[in-house]
């Protein structure tokens, strides 16, 4: 199981961080990621990190948003800076399977921006 936190409402250039706590002994053996669903959008990929700690990021976030994992208290972190209003969104965090489909979810958490 995994478990979002993290979200709230903050000001357009301002920071947050998201947690995404897992379940099970197999965390530190998963890719990781994070997606966002705006109002009327499709999900979108956000972020991942492999169990290697390869990381990657969609180009709308590069350069703001940095994904890490700790893999002691299997833990994956979204650490999103310079927001801005197109950010708002349901954050949620899955992990992948070794095929690299995402197969398992957590609920998301709601990330506002205001201008």
């Known amino acids: 199981q995994l478990q979002a936190s993290g979200g709230g409402l903050v000001q357009a250039g301002g920071s947050l961080r998201l947690s995404c706590a897992a379940s099970?002994?197999?965390?530190?053996?998963?890719?990781m990621g994070w997606f966002r669903q705006a109002p009327g959008k499709e999900r979108e990929f956000v972020a991942s990190?492999?169990?290697?700690?390869?990381?990657d990021y969609a180009d709308s976030v590069k350069g703001r948003f940095s994904i890490s994992r700790d893999n002691q208290k299997n833990t994956v972190y979204l650490q999103m800076n310079s927001l801005k209003p197109e950010d708002t969104a349901v954050y949620s965090c899955a992990a992948a399977v070794p095929t690299g489909a995402y197969v398992t979810w957590g609920q998301g958490t709601q990330v506002t921006v205001s201008s």
């Open positions: 990190i492999t169990w290697s700690l390869i990381t």
């Open positions: 099970g002994r197999t965390f530190s053996s998963k890719t």
